[in-house]
Structure formats: structure tokens, C-alpha cells
């Protein structure tokens, strides 16, 4: 008989286990717990539901219970796992019964972090973390017709949130503890956000601590905040999220400072046949050459996929990340990789920094847009340590670039010559990378302070 593999967590990380498993290992018995009623739900596309360039929930499941169930998953939603006991290798269910398991993978994710705000828990302010969520608030805003919203937090979900209520017409702000938004870009770059927020009528207010949400009269809501008070008929928190580690804790599994779960190459916790993937666990930065917690999508999908393919019975390991990222906000692409200039020196690095301003395309053609490039490369070896780039075209793919480039360990000597597929409405013949791989190692060689910030 084979083994029982029970998955705790139905997203991307838990469903990607058990399509692997079951690809691999026909015998093993395989069990995915799932708390809420979806699995396989793609998170990444809601902000673009809400917004209504998508229409139907449904076009963000991957794959149903019952698609798993004809390949001989047993699935089971609306059931949560509240405890294991390891010594006798079974998991407690909230329906009050007991499932055995030979091996156990946690990919229970993170929860979004709700301060502790008087007001905070009434009908109309919302987390996004979860389709449930993407659902009530395109639900409520139809139902409440809002006309306006505040989003609490100006993170990459706070960003993209901000141009999906603008799509759906409602008066919207971003409000923020932080000087700025998106704090892992550049201040010149994060201007550049903040003006594309402000052409379509989005303020975003800095330094502003919410105090607490009260009722208001002809608006929902009325929000204090130590820069007075703002109306609202929705609110958004968009201000962090904590990994969910009770079960690992319970188990005792070592965990990281973040709290994430500690993995090694091959996605094992430090217990025996107990693997965890996505959100909830850590994952290994080929740049910082540390473990660290960035609870995105894709990497979800292949920590799952690399678990899937060690429990089913090969062997792989998932070497780590660059740190690659993006997002759209109106019309802007703002995308980044690898580390910053505190982190490289947090690593042991010495850091030097560029920003260059290009045409993304040849200049005479029309529609030429200009695409912001910093590079952060290592002054003792010229090596490139990471990338931040923003513009309306190009960013995203000079990203992805500089990812290759960062995952290869290049310098920037042969970074500067890179060879590329030119041609006008694609690129300059001495494309931005070129440029400002180029002028950082200049700098470098004059001993120019460049652009840090430290
Ligand atoms: C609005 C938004 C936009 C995003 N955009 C991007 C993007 O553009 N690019 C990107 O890379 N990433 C993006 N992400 C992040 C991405 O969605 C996550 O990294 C990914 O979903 C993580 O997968 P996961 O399997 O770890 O967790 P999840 O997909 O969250 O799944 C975890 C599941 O575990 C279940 N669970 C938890 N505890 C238990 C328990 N005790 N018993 C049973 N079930 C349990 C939960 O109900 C949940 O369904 C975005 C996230 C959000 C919220």
C-alpha cells in the first residue's frame, strides 16, 4: 500500500504538491485540507477582478475540487486542520475527526496583518489576501455603489488596488506611516509613482497614522488620522501580512526571525517527512545569500512543484530566487531584483549606485517613453547585486533581464555588452541595461559616489 500524504493549504503552493504528486506517484493516497471553499485560486489577478477587467470569479481557479478529485485527490473544503499530533502522525479536523499521515506539507500561507484600530471590524474595511475577500469587496462595492475609498497602506497590493477602484470610478486616496510608497524603490522612482497616482486623481498622503474608524453621515465612514480626518464608504488595509506558523510551532519546526517556516533546498522542514512550500516558509536569496521570507506567487508555485517531486519520489532542489518583482499602477511598469544598497551592505557588500533616465525605444520612433534604470553592482568585484526599474514600456523586461544576469552572477563589464535583439520599436542600439551598466562601472573606476542611499 502506498503512502498518505496529507497537504495542509489548497493555493498555489499546496495545489501544485498534489498535481505533482499524483503525477509521480500513483500510489501515494493524497489528501488536500482546505479552510476556505476554493483551492487552487490564482490571488495574483484579483486586484484586476475587483476592477472588473475580469469579470467571472471563476477565471481565477486553476482547478476545482472536483478536477482534483478525477485524479484521485481527495479534497476536502470548508475544513480546517486546528491541530497534529506528530508522535502518532495524524492532523485533528475542524469537523472533529482525524486523518492519519505518513508525510505532511504545511502551505498554509500568510494572513493579512489587521492593526489592532478601534473601528477596524466593521462591515465595509477589508483585507485582500484571499478570493473570498476579491469577492465581498467587488460585491459590496456594487451593492453600496461607493463613491469613495481609503486605502490603508501603500505596498504593492495598496498600488495595484488603487488603479482597480479608480477602473470602477470611486474617489480614492492611499494613506501610508511611510514617507512613501512602495519603500523598496528609489525615492526619485517612488516620485515618479506618486506623480502617475496624482495624473489620475489618486493622492497619496504620507506620514499618516490612522487613529480609528468611526461611523460617518453622508459617507460610510469617517477615518481620523493624525493628519485629520477623511471620508470613506470603503476602506482597504493593505498593511502586511504575518505568516500562519501555529501548526508549525505546534510541531515544533524551526522558523525563521520573520516567523516563516524554515526549509532546506528540497523544501523539508527540520522534521522528518514534513515539508512546507509558499507563503508560510522561507526561501533561499541567491544575492544576500540568505534565507528570507518573500511571500510571492511564483515562487509558491515552484517551492510546491520542487515538494511535489521529492514526496513523489525523484529527487530536485529549488536553489533560490534574485528577488524579482513587479507591478502595474495606471500606466507605469515598476518592477526591481536582487537587493538594495542597505541590504548589500547588510550582505557584506560594498555598494555603488546608478540611475540613468532613457528612451525604453529608439527615440524617434512615436511613442517613445523614457524607463528609470538603477543598478546596485559590488564596488570590490563589479558584480551586479540588483535593479529597479519604472516607465510606461520596458521596465518589466529589462527586470527580468537583469534577473538572468543576477541568477548568472555577471559583472557589469560584460553586462555593458550584452548582446541584444535590437531593433527601433523594441530597443536603442546601446540599450538602457547597456547605458547604465556602463556609466555605474565608470563610476566605480572614478570612485564617484553615485546614487545610494544609505
Ligand atoms: C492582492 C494580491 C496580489 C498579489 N499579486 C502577486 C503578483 O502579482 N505576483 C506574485 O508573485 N505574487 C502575488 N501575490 C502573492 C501570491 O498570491 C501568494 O504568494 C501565493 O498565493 C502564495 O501561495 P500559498 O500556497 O503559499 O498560499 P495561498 O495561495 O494563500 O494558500 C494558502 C491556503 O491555505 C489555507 N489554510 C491556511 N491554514 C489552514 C489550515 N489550518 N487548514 C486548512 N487550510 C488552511 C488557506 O485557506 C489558503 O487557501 C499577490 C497576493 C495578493 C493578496
Same mark, same amino acid.
Not at 269 to 273: M, P, R
Not at 319 to 323: F, K, M, R, S, T
Given at each position: 500500500m502506498g503512502k498518505n500524504l496529507v497537504i495542509i493549504g489548497g493555493g498555489a503552493g499546496g495545489a501544485s504538491i498534489a498535481a505533482e504528486v499524483r503525477r509521480r506517484d500513483p500510489a501515494m493516497s493524497v489528501t488536500m485540507i482546505e479552510?476556505?471553499?476554493?483551492? +487552487?485560486?490564482?490571488?495574483?489577478?484579483m486586484p484586476y477582478y475587483i476592477g472588473d477587467?475580469?469579470? &467571472?470569479?471563476?477565471?481565477? %481557479?486553476?482547478?476545482?475540487p472536483e478536477k482534483f478529485r478525477e485524479t484521485g485527490v481527495d479534497v476536502r473544503i470548508?475544513? =480546517?486542520? &486546528?491541530? %497534529? &499530533?506528530a508522535a502518532k502522525g495524524s492532523v485533528a479536523l475542524s469537523d472533529g475527526t482525524a486523518l492519519p499521515y505518513d508525510v505532511l506539507a504545511l502551505a498554509t500561507s500568510t494572513d493579512a496583518f489587521v492593526p @489592532? %484600530? @478601534? !473601528?477596524? &471590524?466593521?462591515? !465595509?474595511v477589508f483585507t485582500l489576501k484571499r478570493l473570498p475577500d476579491a469577492i465581498a469587496i467587488k460585491h459590496y462595492i456594487e451593492k453600496e455603489q461607493c463613491r469613495k475609498a481609503v486605502i490603508v497602506g501603500g505596498g504593492f497590493i495598496g498600488m495595484e488596488m488603487c488603479e482597480a477602484l479608480r477602473m470602477r470610478g470611486i474617489d480614492t486616496r492611499v494613506i501610508d506611516?511611510? @514617507? =512613501?510608497?512602495? #519603500? =523598496?524603490?528609489d525615492p526619485e522612482f517612488t516620485r515618479a509613482i506618486v506623480e502617475e497616482m496624482e495624473r489620475h486623481d489618486v493622492p497619496f498622503l504620507p506620514d499618516t497614522k490612522t487613529i480609528a474608524i468611526e461611523k460617518g453621515r453622508e459617507f460610510r465612514f469617517r477615518l481620523n488620522t493624525n493628519r485629520g480626518e477623511m471620508n470613506a464608504d470603503l476602506i482597504i488595509m493593505a498593511v502586511g501580512i504575518r505568516p500562519v506558523n501555529n501548526l508549525a510551532k505546534d510541531l515544533g519546526l524551526e522558523t525563521g526571525k520573520t516567523g516563516a517556516v524554515r526549509v532546506n533546498f528540497a523544501q523539508r522542514? +527540520?522534521?522528518?517527512?514534513i515539508y512546507a512550500v509558499g507563503d508560510c516558509c522561507e526561501v533561499y536569496h541567491l544575492v544576500s545569500r540568505k534565507w528570507v521570507h518573500i511571500p510571492l506567487g511564483d515562487i509558491a508555485n515552484k517551492q510546491g512543484r520542487v515538494a511535489g517531486i521529492n514526496i513523489g519520489g525523484d529527487s530536485m532542489i529549488f536553489?533560490?530566487?534574485?528577488?524579482a518583482q513587479s507591478f502595474r499602477i495606471f500606466n507605469l511598469e515598476v518592477a526591481a531584483t536582487g537587493i538594495d544598497e542597505r541590504e548589500a551592505l547588510e550582505s557584506g557588500y560594498s555598494p555603488a549606485c546608478t540611475i540613468v533616465w532613457e528612451d +525604453? %525605444?529608439? !527615440?524617434? #520612433?512615436?511613442?517613445a517613453k523614457r524607463v528609470g534604470i538603477k543598478l546596485v553592482a559590488d564596488? +570590490?568585484?563589479?558584480?551586479l547585486l540588483g535593479a529597479q526599474t519604472v516607465g510606461e514600456t520596458g521596465a518589466v523586461s529589462r527586470i527580468n533581464t537583469l534577473s538572468c544576469a543576477l541568477t548568472a552572477g555577471m559583472g557589469l563589464q560584460d553586462i555593458g555588452y550584452l548582446d541584444f535583439a535590437y531593433a527601433p520599436p523594441f530597443s536603442p542600439a546601446w540599450d538602457p541595461i547597456h547605458v547604465a551598466a556602463q556609466q555605474l562601472l565608470r563610476q566605480m573606476q572614478s570612485n564617484a559616489v553615485g546614487a545610494c542611499n544609505l
Open positions: 479552510a476556505g471553499n476554493f483551492v +487552487s485560486t490564482a490571488a495574483c489577478p477587467l475580469i469579470k &467571472d470569479e471563476n477565471n481565477l %481557479i486553476a482547478r476545482t470548508n475544513t =480546517r486542520v &486546528d491541530g %497534529i &499530533d @489592532p %484600530i @478601534p !473601528g477596524v &471590524d466593521q462591515e !465595509g506611516l511611510a @514617507p =512613501r510608497p512602495v #519603500m =523598496r524603490w522542514t +527540520s522534521k522528518e517527512n536553489p533560490g530566487i534574485v528577488g +525604453s %525605444i529608439v !527615440g524617434a #520612433m512615436p511613442d564596488r +570590490s568585484t563589479a558584480k
